[in-house]
């Protein structure tokens, strides 16, 4: 059992201490408080390395008008599992599975590094290609070496993306539009046949009458860019050919 388990069990544990002792006998307000005590221990017992208090406040505080008010909140997640292996024959079975998910979370990152503006206080920063990265010949003639020249280094951009565990606006219109990524790390089987399991998740969130098209959209105009960015690189290799 990892520690993530063990928070959950404490958490759950915790939950149901605090509704047996708050019951007051009223059904309609005993389910009330059910459903809103897990919602305010999760502001004072969240992740230590997620929004601070004042962030989480205000969520919390959103997540309780929503509840008075009916107001729904649309949440998108795309995760890529990396298990650190690859099969014979993975190529082939990823057609019709999540293993390309890698792809759509780069194409929500390129979309947002160049079409969004994101205002990002504390940001991780990677270096991603924008573009085909051509690989160098080796002393035996095969394109197989990766050496930071030049050339390849032109192919990339430095990308921007907030901490870990912390949202961010990505589009202030009406209704506004937030991510958030993260790292879920865990352990299958025993032995030498132990596997470390990283999952890496974007999440897009909105809320209100029309935030289910809004995110949706957003996530098929990333890929829809992305699209467009692959078919610029045929067309100018084309040319070159020519």
């Not at 949440?75 to 759509?104: H, K, M, P, Q």
């Not at 290609?129 to 280094?153: A, H, M, N, T, W």
């Not at 951009?157 to 589009?171: E, G, I, Q, S």
Request: proline share 3%.
């Amino acid at each position: 059992m990892d520690l993530s388990d063990m928070q959950q069990q404490m958490n759950s544990g915790l939950n149901f201490g605090v509704m047996n002792a708050m019951r007051t006998g009223n059904p309609i307000l005993d389910v009330l408080i059910c459903m809103l005590i897990p919602v305010i221990l999760s502001f004072f017992m969240g992740n230590s390395n997620a929004d601070p208090m004042s962030k989480r406040f205000v969520d919390t505080c959103q997540q309780l008008y929503d509840f008075a008010t009916g107001t729904k909140t649309y949440i998108r997640r795309v995760e890529y599992e990396d298990r650190g292996y690859r099969y014979f024959g993975d190529d082939r079975t990823a057609l019709d599975t999540s293993a390309r998910n890698n792809i759509l979370q780069k194409a929500i990152k390129l979309h947002m590094q160049e079409n969004c503006t994101l205002d990002i206080d504390d940001a991780e920063v990677y270096l991603i290609p924008q573009r085909q990265v051509k690989l160098e010949k080796d002393e035996y003639g095969y394109g197989c070496i990766f050496s930071g020249s030049y050339k390849q280094l032109m192919a990339y951009a430095v990308n921007r993306l907030p901490k870990k565990d912390h949202w961010v606006l990505v589009d202030a219109k009406d209704p506004p539009l937030h991510f958030r990524h993260a790292l879920e790390v865990n352990e299958e089987g025993e032995g030498q046949g132990r596997v470390c399991v990283r999952t890496v998740v974007f999440e897009l969130r909105a809320r209100g009458p029309k935030a289910k098209r809004k995110v949706d959209d957003f996530i098929d105009q990333a890929f829809e860019f992305y699209k467009t960015k692959k078919g610029e690189e045929i067309d100018k290799s084309d040319a070159a050919n020519r």
